[in-house]
């Protein structure tokens, strides 16, 4: 028995509400020269600790686009409207074509899509690119989770939304909408919300069954739907306020004050926080998910890559030259990164920077035994038997003795899991698990616990292995994470 002996009366941990995961992918921080040059890759919060480095300079960029966690790579776009990628597994930075592109996105991070001088659809791949003509303007374009790419495309005063799977040459189906000021897809595909004045639609891009409509106080200025499309976030000009749609009944149920009005949202990839852009000054203010209400403002530029939400819940910032990860409840710096603010900065959780294991390196020995040479034998044909007297030099060289074999390595404890959701609503969470089946099989519906807070988890596994893991998400079509551990 182990015993422990401390004082009675014990303040909390500082800093324990943004506290790291102990198990699970590594949360990874890669920089890129904003005006090109090699990018390097640390393990937050060690921003101090080099981890990888490219062996190639990357270009000047515009922005960071998605990351590929099953093949490595980091998709940008540069300056001159061209896209490519960083491989982060081999160090090397490959450029798509030189062709000027318009509207260029990507969701995974492998494929980058954008629309050419002659108004088709392109996509881009390392291994392969594809293309397909359109009629009418198109101005957005929509790469989801299951592969399917969605066009907005203007067409006088109506649009038409156009839905395609790559590399099909053909559109599967068409849906006119009124002409849209904004939109945005949920992060799991299943939903696109245009904001036509103060209209936001919703369609279903699987079915284009039609379009449902929910009236907002004014015209629509931003967008933002939660990881898991459970709610969305509703900027306007009717006052400094969101609205806060709840999907599954369509109604506005409740609203977030703010000192002012709003032109932009960014949401938290993991659903903790919500950043809002004033439509005047250097500054963003941090709306918690969880309760609907402002933690605090941070003061920042507004970028493509910043502010953001790192892994522990601090939002990063530019400041000045620097990049300060700031606690907007507290209003203040935790770390800073001295002249951080000339980089492009991308947060992703990630394994694949972890150091090899050593046997992975080590070279295969094999046991020669008997047949390095002739076994001995006396003169009648008999195997000789080593004496046991005489020189023992003798007896040494006569006796070969045979290491023993070598233990066999312990049993893999590695569980790997499949997460496809995590909501609140456990009617959201069956739906999604209803609509994901691989081999026969639905994920399961798991009731936890976060910080308080009741959340329902839609998961496979858990798994012996990552690559079972990963095999079975991308047999889903569905978006998924992997990570370490047990539900």
Partial sequence: MVCACGREKRGAAPGATGALPSSGPDPIVVRIPRDGGVGRAYRYPNLDSLIWRAQQKSPALDRLLAFDAENGVLAYLTRDGTGGWVDLRLGTVRSAIHARLTSITSADGWSIFGVNEKNAVVRLTPSGDWELPTRGTVRRLFPLADGTLVALVDRGAQSVLLRMRPPDEVVDDSLEVPHPDRAVPTPMGDRLYLGAKRELLSVRPQQFNGVEKVRADDDILAIAPTPSGDRVFIAN???????????????????????????????????????????????????????????????????????????????????????????????????????????????????????????????????????????????????????????????AAAVVTEAPPPAPPAASRDRWTVSFAAVLSEERAREIADGITVEGQHPRVLRGETAGTVVFRVVFGPYSSKADAERMGRASKHNYWVYEGVP
């Fill in 237 to 395: 000009k009717g006052g400094p306020r969101l609205e806060v749609l709840n999907r599954y009944t369509g109604d506005i149920e409740g609203s977030v004050t703010l000192p002012g009005l709003v032109t932009d949202l960014r949401m938290d990839p993991l659903g903790r926080f919500l950043l809002a852009r004033p439509v005047s000054g250097d500054s963003a203010w941090v709306i918690a998910i969880a309760n609907d209400e402002l933690v605090g403002t941070v003061r920042s530029e507004w970028r493509s890559d910043l502010p953001a939400v790192a892994a522990d819940g601090m939002v990063a910032t530019v400041s000045g030259a620097d990049v300060a990860f700031v606690d907007a409840a507290k209003g203040t710096v935790a770390r800073r990164a001295p002249g951080g603010a000339s980089d492009l900065w991308f947060f992703t959780l990630w394994n694949g920077l972890r150091p090899r294991a050593r046997g992975l390196d080590e070279a295969v020995s094999f046991s020669l035994g008997d047949s390095a040479a002739p076994p001995r034998t006396d003169t009648a044909g008999r195997p000789a038997t080593p004496a046991t007297t005489g020189d023992v030099r003798d007896t």
